[in-house]
């Protein structure tokens, strides 16, 4: 069954949307649909997905992916929410220049895509800014490039290699999505994120509970439908 008709899990997708504050335009709505149904049906690409996540595509992985553009669009309403819990620093400039206009000049790169998430339900929620899916596994990226050219993503660049030797720099975003631990992560986004710049990491709860006290980490707890665990949207500023 086509993403587009499956009502329990669109309702699904749109309350978790509507407890965070968040409604779609018909037409994000249903290119996050079709996303989920090239990602859950091509399977010239190899397995992109496993058999128990194809049922739930929606509400477990673009709920997910959608979390960082959540977060963008509330800190608008609550400086408190920043990735450093501050509404003057430079990350909080950044993410409220995001949610209100979203220049085409903000860079967004995304390490590991793997099958695109979080990277392309972002470049869908945010057109104006500029994403690059970095991933070096050749299979992972032509099935993005294809995705890329059948949804017209724009604003969206698939680049096959390791992000360490992608070339790309002065970024003012760079995320992950269950990458590696948060550490190694952020060590090897370092390089590429410009200062003032933000790193976004989606992890498992249990996985980070130990940077609770980092003053330098900001933890925003979620859940996501019908899951059990709780997960994390993990943000740190470069601004040393």
Same mark, same amino acid.
């Given at each position: 069954m086509s993403y587009r008709e499956n009502t329990e899990q669109k309702n699904l997708l749109n309350q978790f949307l509507a407890e965070h504050g968040v409604q779609l335009s018909e037409e994000t709505l249903d290119k996050l649909y079709q996303f989920a149904d090239l990602v859950v049906d091509t399977k010239e690409f190899g397995n992109l997905i496993s058999a128990k996540d194809a049922g739930k595509f929606l509400s477990r992985h673009i709920a997910d992916s959608l979390v960082p553009y959540i977060y963008v669009s509330k800190s608008l309403l609550d400086p408190s929410t920043s990735p450093n819990g501050s509404a003057q620093d430079d990350s909080h400039s950044l993410l409220k220049a995001t949610a209100e206009s979203a220049p085409h000049n903000l860079k967004w790169a995304d390490m590991g895509a793997g099958a695109g998430c979080p990277v392309f339900p972002l470049a869908i929620a945010m057109p104006n800014i500029q994403f690059f899916a970095v991933e070096p596994r050749h299979m992972r990226v032509n099935f993005?490039?294809?995705?890329?050219?059948?949804?017209?993503?724009?604003?969206?660049? +698939? +680049?096959?290699?390791?992000?360490?030797?992608?070339?790309?720099?002065?970024?003012?975003?760079?995320?992950?999505?269950?990458?590696?631990?948060?550490?190694?992560d952020w060590e090897r986004a370092q390089a590429g994120l410009k200062k003032g710049g933000t790193? +976004?990491?989606?992890?498992?709860?249990?996985?980070?509970?130990?940077?609770?006290?980092?003053?330098? +980490?900001?933890?925003?707890?979620?859940?996501?439908?019908?899951?059990?665990?709780?997960?994390?949207?993990?943000?740190?500023?470069n601004n040393e």
């Open positions: 993005m490039q294809m995705v890329k050219e059948k949804l017209h993503l724009d604003n969206l660049t +698939v +680049v096959g290699k390791r992000f360490e030797t992608s070339g790309l720099a002065n970024l003012d975003f760079i995320s992950c999505r269950a990458l590696s631990t948060f550490e190694n790193f +976004v990491t989606l992890k498992s709860y249990n996985n980070i509970v130990h940077l609770e006290n980092d003053p330098k +980490v900001h933890i925003q707890k979620y859940e996501l439908p019908e899951e059990e665990q709780v997960y994390a949207l993990v943000t740190r500023g």
